[in-house]
């Protein structure tokens, strides 16, 4: 399982856009990357999933660059209800093991 | 998206008794599901992994004996905790994960345990 490296934290103000850089050197070929959302005292939401170049959907955009080392969360116009933990996890998810959560990004949202 | 419901959402109970968690897919059949425990500002921590109709495999350094898994269709996994004490007490969190290759594992909204 490919091990990731994110920020411990990060803060923002309200309307600005946040990119939160996550590092997989040892991504495997099979691995797709995921981005999860945490509340405290709720289960993780998905945000957003992929595999190379870009994906975006109405929440945020994925950006992968061609080696897939790396992965870029961006979030558009943040607002105070986005501050979160946020998980970036990389796994082969056809295989029956699980995605490796590591410490996440503490993203902190001000007014 | 899928939907994973727990229930209950939160349990207080009293030294040495069980507790048994639910972990439901709503709407998607999970050939898989995961148990998770979480301390207070801590990550994520996986505790055993469930394929319908067999045994559940545990992480290094949690008692199958004391947590209890059982995954007996494709919409319902189950966590007993047996003979709780209060260095049990966490947060626990179930995921599911469909069929497909790219299917995304889908979280429940965890059960807060609290042991006396």
Sequence with gaps: LAKTTQPISMDSYEGQEVNITCSHNNIATNDYITWYQQFPSQGPRFIIQGYKTKVTNEVASLFIPADRKSSTLSLSRVSLSDTAVYYCLVGDQGSARQLTFGSGTQLTVLP | ?116
Excluded at chain 2, 21 to 43: G, N
Excluded at chain 2, 68 to 80: G, R
């Design chain 2, 1 to 116: 998206g899928a939907v994973v419901s727990q229930h209950p959402s939160w349990v207080i109970c009293k030294s040495g008794t069980s507790v048994k968690i639910e972990c439901r897919s709503l709407d998607f059949q999970a050939t898989t599901m995961f148990w998770y425990r979480q301390f207070p500002k801590q990550s994520l921590m996986l505790m055993a992994t469930s394929n319908e109709g067999s045994k559940a495999t545990y992480e290094q350094g949690v008692e199958k004996d004391k947590f209890l898994i059982n995954h007996a269709s494709l919409t319902l996994s189950t966590l007993t905790v047996t003979s709780a004490h209060p260095e049990d007490s966490s947060f626990y969190i179930c995921s599911a994960r469909g069929r497909g290759r790219t299917d995304t594992q889908y979280f429940g909204p965890g059960t807060r345990l609290t042991v006396l």
